[in-house]
């Protein structure tokens, strides 16, 4: 009896573990490709998640250029202004004081030297001296 009994222990446990095995590989032939498309999955939403991220970032670099453009477009309107105004000052200043303008040419002539000033006749034309160099170099 000890015979019969040992023989069924053995066949049951290799139809047991027959059973298990084909269930471990059924199991395998199954999870495997649910697998492969829970892994796509994740691996698609970090792919979608980076390129939100990207663009975000994109986003905000362009909002920072056009802050910085409408700043610096601002700027240069103020500076704009401020030379205008102080050619409207010096304009006024100028015109209501032809003496000053007057002194200002001859200090102006003092700190020249050695230089050929071409002053301008009343056809606001330079009269030319082209010969004036040449006599001085065969001097």
């Known amino acids: 009896m000890s015979n019969t ?58 909002r920072a250029k056009m802050e910085s453009a409408a700043l610096l477009a601002e700027a240069d309107t103020m500076r704009a202004h401020g030379v205008a105004r102080s050619n409207e000052i010096i304009g006024k200043s100028l015109k209501d004081n032809p003496d000053y303008l007057k002194w200002l040419w001859v200090s102006e002539l003092e700190k020249t030297q050695n230089q050929i000033i071409y002053v301008p006749t009343e056809t606001n034309l330079p009269i030319l001296e082209a010969t004036r160099s040449v006599k001085q170099n065969l001097k």
């Open 5 to 62: 009994n040992n023989t069924t222990g053995i066949i049951l446990g290799t139809l047991l573990g027959t059973v298990v095995l084909c269930a471990v590989i059924a199991g395998g032939m199954w999870g495997c490709p649910q697998y492969n498309v829970y892994s796509q999955k994740l691996q698609g939403q970090a792919i979608l998640a980076h390129a939100q991220s990207s663009r975000e970032v994109a986003v905000a670099e362009a």
